[in-house]
């Protein structure tokens, strides 16, 4: 099995940066593509930011420009720096890896960290 667990979550006022934090661990694992996701209250979760194993990043549109997402040297831990956060940002976060496993394909996710804009 492979464990994500997020940080970095919080309370912050319009126009301001945070910074998430994801640390991976677990069974031996072939990446295929690491991310992050959101949900607000009465919304489906949507993937806002993935970087797949060659490096190549995606991003949706209502955060294009403002959130990069980045791997830490070890390749365990992933980051979501968020910047210019709107109050349409307040969700909770969540982390997403997806890799095999033997040959067994699985997608990951974190127990999620909240964060708020506030306006």
């Known amino acids: 099995q492979v464990q994500l667990v997020e940080s970095g979550g919080g309370l912050v006022q319009a126009g301001g940066s945070l910074t998430l934090s994801c640390t991976i661990s677990g069974s031996p694992f072939r990446l295929v593509a690491v991310g992050w996701g959101r949900q607000a209250p009465g919304d489906q979760r949507e993937l806002v930011a993935q970087?797949?194993?060659?490096?190549?990043?995606h991003y949706a549109d209502s955060v294009k420009g403002r959130f990069t997402i980045a791997r830490g040297d070890t390749g365990n831990t992933l980051y979501l720096q968020m910047n210019s956060l709107k109050p349409e940002d307040t969700a909770v976060y969540y982390c997403n890896a997806m890799g095999y496993i033997g040959y067994d394909l699985g997608d990951y996710w974190g127990q999620g960290t909240q964060v708020t804009v506030s306006s």
């Open positions: 970087s797949n194993s060659g490096g190549a990043t």
